[in-house]
């Protein structure tokens, strides 16, 4: 269980909270959707959830370890959280082979690779793929590890071909895993547990 308590954020106590007192529950494993406009805060907060940001006020509690707190949490949360920010660069001259035996889990490993048709890519060095593939790298390492999968829009300079399978691969690696996907509108194909929007930083539930 993933629990946000009364969280906010800014950048300074000059500043305006870009996340104003959100609350909610990811109380089941599953799939959930924050959508929202860009701009409204949606990877602040997937920032704060995953470990890169601390809040400014409230509390992140992943399965009762308080993500910010406990002396626990830092080796906890690398095993069971998997977060593909909206923005992510890899060591540019490495071989995607090397990248994905460096980073990739072992859940669903196989099949991620063929479905992303990284394969003939496998002697290429990350700087010379095209930035749907380099997309599709970081998707393949996010959906192979962790109980809690965070991306932040995933489909963000995606080819068509990806955007048609992503709903069966998500359902596929998803099972007894917990999901929360951040996107500007719905992602059609997908089943979600709970939906929710984020406008002006106020996280309010469908």
């Known amino acids: 269980m993933l629990h946000i308590s009364n969280v906010s954020?800014?950048?300074g106590s000059m500043s305006p909270f870009i996340i104003k007192a959100c609350s909610t529950e990811f109380n089941s494993p599953g799939?959930?959707?924050i959508s929202g406009s860009n701009g409204c805060g949606k990877s602040t907060l997937m920032d704060i959830m995953s470990g890169f940001k601390s809040p400014s006020n409230g509390r992140i509690l992943?399965?009762?370890i308080d993500m910010y707190s406990s002396?626990?949490?830092v080796s906890t949360l690398r095993k069971i959280i998997s977060y593909m920010p909206s923005s992510l660069r890899m060591p540019l001259y490495l071989d995607v082979s090397y990248l994905l035996d460096l980073w990739m889990g072992s859940l669903c490993k196989n099949e991620l690779i063929s479905a992303f048709n990284l394969s003939p890519f496998m002697n290429h060095k990350y700087?010379?793929?095209s930035d749907g593939y380099r997309n599709r790298v970081h998707l393949a390492v996010a959906l192979s590890r962790g109980s809690f999968v965070l991306l932040d829009e995933p489909l963000k300079s995606q080819d068509e071909e990806l955007k048609k399978i992503f709903p069966e691969l998500i359902k596929i690696c998803a099972k007894g895993r917990t999901f929360i996907i951040t996107s500007p509108d719905n992602i059609d194909g997908l089943k979600y547990n709970k939906r929710f929007t984020l406008n002006r930083g106020v996280l309010n539930e469908n």
Request: avoid cysteine.
């Open 71 to 73: 002396q626990k949490s």
């Open 62 to 64: 992943i399965n009762k």
């Open 127 to 129: 700087h010379s793929l």
């Open 31 to 33: 799939i959930y959707l």
């Open 9 to 11: 954020f800014s950048y």
